[in-house]
């Protein structure tokens, strides 16, 4: 826990205090991201959502189906200390933004944490927007219906819907925010935030089986992949798991402009490791920056580690599983 991490009470008065706050979280918005911006701006309305670039296809489908506007803006050019962070607490994922944020709301793990005066970090909530509706709930704010579609579309993105489930508590969450009157049902909201590939994403996919390697933990019987593909890696690893059945994938890509390895790791429910303490390990050792949730992960590394990757994460998943490769 970070030092300055304040309660959710106290996150929520700290909000309160402030009538104009810009709400910002990281690139490539996601569904969760987009979700709590415009769950604190439903709470606060004088604030103002400010993305730094194109969410994602998918966030973007549940922006316009609420019909919410926001800003795209040169992350260099927000004041962070009049700013909240989402959704993000890895300042490696917005390198433009120097600043000291007012605060940080997140449920991430991560090996640089961003500058911010105050954190409300929750690593066992499912999603940032669970941590939001926490913070409702401690005081006494009833959702809407809006309100608690956003809340229930983080939660169900973000447990890539409720595969993958921190606690039994979250039943009762949902069954509150299903009962809500008004609210969509779950195949509704499941099927404006499931992924749809796109022609090119299909043939990225369907080309990174190119290159990979396959092992097996006999005595466990887990199937672990690890790939290299063109781009979309979070893709490929998330497909890897979901259409190919694998309990642990690695996909990476390289992206040369940046002199950058982009590095995703997913895995099933099943898996009892935690990747975002994997991938803080594997991104020490490689000289990169790494973390994420139990079962879903992500590092950027030099370009040249490349040819090591796979060896490292081999030898720090040997600690915990007996890997032989599958040659067929
Ligand atoms: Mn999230």
Redesign the pocket.
């Known amino acids: 826990m970070l030092s300055s991490n304040i309660n959710l009470k106290e996150a929520f008065s700290l909000l309160s205090s402030n009538a104009h706050l810009r709400v910002c979280t990281h690139y490539l918005a996601?569904v969760?991201?987009v979700c709590s911006s415009f769950l604190l701006r439903t709470i606060f309305p004088g604030y103002e959502v400010v993305f730094f670039d194109k969410p994602t296809y998918t966030a973007r489908r549940v922006l316009k189906s609420y019909g919410f506007e926001y800003v795209v803006q040169e992350a260099e050019e927000v004041n962070c200390a009049e700013a909240v962070l989402v959704?993000n607490n890895d300042a490696s994922l917005i390198p433009a933004l120097q600043g000291e944020f007012l605060l940080c709301i997140d449920?991430h793990t991560s090996s640089s944490p961003v500058k911010s005066k105050y954190y409300a970090i929750e690593r066992n909530s499912p999603?940032?927007t669970h941590i939001i509706y926490s913070m409702m709930k401690e005081n006494g704010i009833v959702p809407t219906k809006i309100q608690s579609e956003l809340i229930l579309l983080?939660i169900l993105s973000?447990t890539h819907m409720l595969a993958s489930v921190p606690n039994r508590r979250l039943f009762k969450d949902l069954h509150e925010l299903f009962s809500v009157e008004g609210v969509s049902d779950y195949d509704s909201l499941a099927s404006l935030i499931r992924s749809v590939l796109t022609d090119s994403e299909k043939i990225v996919f369907a080309r990174s089986f190119n290159n990979y390697a396959m092992y097996k933990d006999k005595s466990k019987s887990l199937l672990f992949i690890m790939s290299d593909c063109q781009s979309f890696q979070s893709l490929v690893a998330t497909k890897l798991i979901e259409c190919i059945g694998a309990d642990f994938s690695m996909a990476y890509a390289p992206y040369p402009k940046s002199d950058e390895l982009r590095v995703s790791l997913r895995s099933s429910p099943r898996v009892g490791i935690h990747l975002g303490k994997l991938a803080m390990e594997i991104s020490v050792k490689l000289g990169g920056s790494g973390g994420g949730h139990e079962h879903a992960a992500g590092m950027n590394l030099p370009l040249r580690t490349e040819k090591n990757l796979e060896q490292v994460a081999l030898s720090l998943l040997s600690n915990y599983y007996s890997l032989e490769q599958i040659n067929i």
């Open positions: 996601d969760d991201a959704d449920h999603s940032t983080g973000d």
